[in-house]
């Protein structure tokens, strides 16, 4: 059932060098210095209160933003114009005024898949997150946990090595958060390197390998997952593991 | 008073028979607007999709430049078609003048600005929603405007409509470049104003009639599409 991404037959994407990245809008500074390394393979997670910066972090990452200061690296520099090999998925899913199936065949259209494969790869995409009976309705008509699935289905049927994922269950009931997460889950076993932003401590634990935790616009610690948890080395991350509510 | 019920009467008797002379405006004047359109569409829809999508130095004042646009009168419009159409013009040679071919092209610069500017405006909304998602599947300014064009189509039918509602209830360019030349380039606006002068109330009116019907009918068919497509598409 999951379709592996395929060895690259050039050099890998990552790793992702980040130095001493800044983002500021204005004259307020909204990230300060970070500088990182994300390796493939674990789960990274990216966790902070609001306005830490997670989310402008994450865009400056997939080049969405220009970072004002400092340099983003991908260990293969993406060529303009060329096929992503990078996806994205957003807190709201922007779908487009099409089938489900015509969103992901759009995708696949926009990473160059040649029309005669289109179908064939947003079908299995679409059935790989539970969408495949769904295949002809209009996208904007599904609901809600829907919606962030067939994103998600868009986003992994171009088999991206990294997929940035921006609080993708924030706006979903418990059981969407559920089928959303095992999607997640999924991807990250097909051996797509996932970095997930979130607020939510519960699915840090459950989808994390690893922490960033940022705390306005810094980067303040960097642990595994249940060290951080268990022994924040960093006085604001333990405030924040205290603030925020253990079980939500 | 009296007058006009006659005319009224008369009037509907006219269309009631399909009257020769009636049908045939009629049917000029719908040519003429629906070949603007067509004309106009094709220049200013992706034209308006690109100004939405693109950036580049100079976008805001062709922005204000076209909205401002909006606001051309049409006989200014006739006005600078005729002098580039007459015998002395730089497109003089071509002898439309007089034709219908000379009142598609008025009636087309004429609806350009309308058609450009408020597809613009309907892309740009739509691309505050979509950029990130677009720019993140790698879509460059072309394939975006495109992706937006067709994710917009059932709204942009209706700008479309609003463009033939406004090309064939105007009156000024067609005038000036057509001549209202009986049986020539006689359409309704033109006809309905030499009618009214000449004291022919029937004709005029019932040309008048027509004329609302058929923007009666574009308008409801605007808001009927409008409804279809937020029932289907949200």
Redesign the interface.
């Known amino acids: 059932m999951l379709e592996p991404v395929p060895a690259p037959t050039h050099a890998p994407l990552l790793p992702l060098t980040l130095e001493g990245v800044g983002w500021a809008a204005g004259n307020q500074l909204l990230l300060a210095d970070i500088s990182a390394i994300v390796a493939p393979g674990s789960r990274t997670v990216v966790l902070g209160a609001n306005g830490a910066g997670k989310s402008v972090l994450l ?1 400056v990452c ?3 933003l220009r970072p004002t200061t400092g340099s983003v690296r991908w260990n293969t520099p993406e060529v303009p ?4 090999r990078q ?2 998925v ?1 807190q709201r899913p ?1 779908l ?3 089938s489900a199936m015509g969103n992901v065949t ?2 696949l259209g ?2 160059g898949v040649a029309r005669s494969e289109r179908q064939d790869r947003a079908r299995a995409a679409l059935a790989r997150v539970g969408l495949g009976a769904l295949a002809d309705r ?1 996208a ?2 599904l609901s809600g946990g829907e919606q962030q699935r067939l994103a998600l289905a868009r986003a992994w049927s ?1 088999q991206p090595e990294v997929l940035f994922l921006d609080e993708p269950t924030a706006n979903l009931d418990p059981g969407a958060t559920r089928e959303v997460e095992a999607v997640i889950e999924a991807i990250h076993r097909a051996g797509t390197k996932i970095v997930l932003v979130t607020h939510n401590l519960g699915q840090a634990r459950r989808l994390g390998d690893e922490v960033l935790f940022l705390d306005r616009g810094r980067l303040v610690e960097r642990a595994p997952v249940d060290r951080f948890f268990l022994q924040p080395a960093s006085a604001e991350a333990a405030a924040f593991l205290e603030g925020e509510l253990p079980w939500t | 008073m009296n007058t006009v019920a006659l005319a009224l009467a008369e009037a509907a008797t006219l269309i009631a028979r399909a009257d020769a002379e009636l049908t045939q405006i009629v049917l000029l004047s719908l040519k003429v607007s629906a070949a603007s359109i067509v004309a106009a569409t094709a220049i200013a829809m992706p034209l308006g999709a690109w100004l939405a999508v693109a950036a580049f130095p100079g976008r805001r004042a062709i922005v204000v430049a076209l909205n401002a646009l909006l606001g051309l009168p049409s006989v200014v419009v006739g006005l600078a078609v005729y002098l580039l159409l007459s015998r002395a013009g730089p497109l003089g040679a071509f002898g439309i003048l007089f034709t219908p071919a000379a009142m598609v092209i008025a009636q087309a610069i004429l609806v350009t600005p309308l058609i450009g500017a408020l597809t613009r405006q309907a892309v740009s909304d739509a691309w505050q929603e979509t950029r990130e998602q677009l720019r993140s599947l790698g879509a460059g300014s072309l394939a975006s405007a495109l992706a937006l064009l067709w994710d917009l189509r059932f709204s942009l039918v209706t700008v479309v409509l609003a463009g033939f509602g406004r090309a064939v209830s105007e009156v000024g360019a067609v005038m000036i470049v057509g001549g209202n030349i009986d049986g020539v380039t006689r359409v309704m606006t033109t006809a309905i104003a030499l009618e009214t002068s000449k004291g022919d109330l029937p004709l005029a009116l019932g040309l008048g009639f027509v004329l609302l019907a058929i923007v009666l009918v574009v308008n409801a068919l605007a808001y009927v599409i409008r409804e279809a497509v937020q029932r289907r598409h949200a």
Do not use: Y
């Not at chain 1, 114009?81 to 992503?84: D, I, V």
């Open positions: 865009r997939h080049g969405l114009g060329a096929p992503r996806a994205m957003f922007v487009f005024r099409r759009f995708a926009l990473a209009p904007r008509l171009l």
